[in-house]
């Protein structure tokens, strides 16, 4: 008799995948030892995309403001100057947050038209120091508004920008400093509508500029010297503003202009709200533009922040409201 072939087995306990395994690893270690590499190479760096760039950048300006202003509050201040040091770092945090946090990536590069605000050279930190950082991180903010692509971010990066200056002029004054220019003097509304811009926002801005000339100018009929003077001015700002926006529409004289004859007067603190009326207007104005026009939105709802502030508004870390 011829005894049949054993059949093939593999060892008690090693199933084949692990012999099959074993096999590979040999294979390597012998190739390896002819020169042979089998490793792959390393995946190309990620690049940061442009509204990266813009919240990192952003956030960093923030994140050294606040840590500035905190340093002024561990080294003592007047309670008047440190009640507002405390209202900017703890804004500070809300900007962060809002912005997304602090950035975890490839490191992102600022664009040199918007230079981060320089750090504070003097050993002790001061009051003043805060002011002039603030300034330098709304200019910068308001510099990288052309350069993100999400018409949301622009937005948030505009108010982070409108709130670090109204804390600059509001500290300044506290501190007995100069405050920064800031935008007041480039206050224009845009010869065109720009593109993005939804008729229905762009109609309700229309309407609150032309809503507020009116209430102003009730105001100063009802109000003698100083305020009447400083409320009619305001009132004429306004209707120009007004004026400009449906010319810039194209709906001046026409039955799409939204403006009318005449607007309910609010019961009260009329000024501080017409101003934080038109602040959120532009707010969600800038949540539709591209970046063109953003700008120039930036600075009227800079200027409307400020102008509400002044009537006895509280300033806020995203002036205009958090968006939805």
Same mark, same amino acid.
């Given at each position: 008799?011829?005894?049949?072939?054993?059949? $093939?087995?593999?060892?008690?306990?090693?199933?084949?995948?692990? +012999?099959?395994?074993?096999? !590979?690893?040999?294979? $390597?270690?012998?190739?390896?030892?002819?020169?042979?590499?089998?490793?792959?190479?390393?995946?190309?760096?990620?690049?940061?995309?442009?509204?990266?760039?813009?919240?990192?950048?952003?956030?960093?300006?923030?994140?050294?403001?606040?840590?500035?202003?905190?340093?002024?509050?561990?080294?003592? $201040?007047? %309670?008047?100057?440190?009640?507002?040091?405390?209202?900017?770092?703890?804004?500070? =945090?809300?900007?962060?947050?809002?912005?997304?946090?602090? *950035?975890?990536?490839?490191?992102?590069?600022?664009?040199?038209?918007?230079?981060?605000?320089?750090?504070?050279?003097?050993?002790?930190?001061?009051?003043?120091? &805060?002011? #002039?950082?603030?300034?330098?991180?709304?200019?910068?903010?308001?510099?990288?508004?052309?350069?993100?692509?999400?018409?949301?971010?622009?937005? +948030?990066?505009?108010?982070?920008?409108?709130?670090?200056? +109204?804390?600059?002029?509001?500290? /300044?004054?506290?501190?007995?400093?100069?405050?920064?220019?800031?935008?007041?003097?480039?206050?224009?509304?845009?010869?065109?509508?720009? %593109?993005?811009?939804? !008729?229905?926002? /762009?109609?309700?801005?229309?309407?609150?500029?032309?809503? /507020? =000339? *009116?209430?102003?100018?009730?105001?100063?009929?009802?109000?003698?010297?100083?305020?009447?003077?400083?409320?009619?001015?305001?009132?004429? &700002?306004?209707?120009?503003?007004?004026?400009?926006? !449906?010319?810039?529409?194209?709906?001046?004289?026409?039955?799409? @202009?939204?403006?009318?004859?005449?607007?309910?007067?609010?019961?009260?603190? &009329?000024?501080?709200?017409?101003?934080? #009326?038109?602040?959120?207007? *532009?707010?969600?104005?800038? @949540?539709?533009?591209?970046?063109?026009?953003?700008?120039?939105?930036?600075?009227?709802?800079? @200027?409307?922040?400020?102008? !509400?502030?002044?009537?006895?508004?509280?300033?806020?870390?995203?002036?205009?409201?958090?968006?939805?």
């Amino acid at each position: 008799m011829h005894p049949h072939p054993h059949p $093939a087995r593999t060892l008690p306990g090693r199933p084949a995948a692990l +012999l099959a395994t074993a096999a !590979a690893v040999v294979l $390597a270690l012998v190739l390896s030892g002819c020169g042979v590499r089998l490793e792959s190479d390393p995946p190309p760096a990620l690049t940061p995309t442009a509204d990266e760039v813009v919240r990192a950048a952003t956030v960093e300006d923030v994140v050294g403001v606040r840590d500035l202003a905190q340093a002024v509050l561990d080294d003592g $201040a007047t %309670e008047a100057v440190a009640t507002r040091l405390r209202a900017i770092v703890k804004q500070a =945090g809300t900007q962060v947050t809002a912005l997304g946090g602090v *950035y975890d990536g490839p490191a992102p590069t600022t664009s040199p038209t918007t230079p981060a605000p320089p750090t504070a050279t003097a050993t002790k930190p001061t009051a003043a120091a &805060v002011v #002039r950082r603030l300034g330098a991180a709304s200019s910068a903010a308001r510099g990288r508004l052309a350069d993100a692509d999400d018409a949301h971010l622009a937005r +948030l990066v505009a108010q982070v920008s409108a709130s670090q200056d +109204l804390n600059a002029r509001a500290l /300044a004054g506290l501190a007995h400093v100069k405050p920064p220019a800031g935008a007041a003097a480039r206050v224009t509304v845009p010869a065109t509508l720009p %593109e993005g811009a939804r !008729a229905t926002v /762009a109609a309700t801005v229309i309407e609150d500029e032309d809503a /507020a =000339g *009116y209430l102003l100018e009730v105001v100063a009929a009802r109000s003698k010297g100083a305020t009447r003077k400083a409320a009619a001015a305001r009132a004429a &700002v306004h209707r120009t503003r007004a004026q400009d926006w !449906a010319d810039a529409a194209g709906v001046s004289g026409t039955d799409g @202009d939204p403006r009318r004859t005449a607007y309910a007067l609010p019961a009260k603190a &009329v000024a501080r709200t017409v101003e934080s #009326r038109l602040t959120t207007g *532009y707010a969600a104005l800038l @949540d539709t533009l591209d970046p063109k026009g953003r700008a120039a939105v930036a600075d009227l709802l800079t @200027d409307s922040a400020r102008a !509400a502030v002044d009537a006895g508004a509280a300033i806020t870390a995203l002036p205009g409201g958090t968006p939805k």
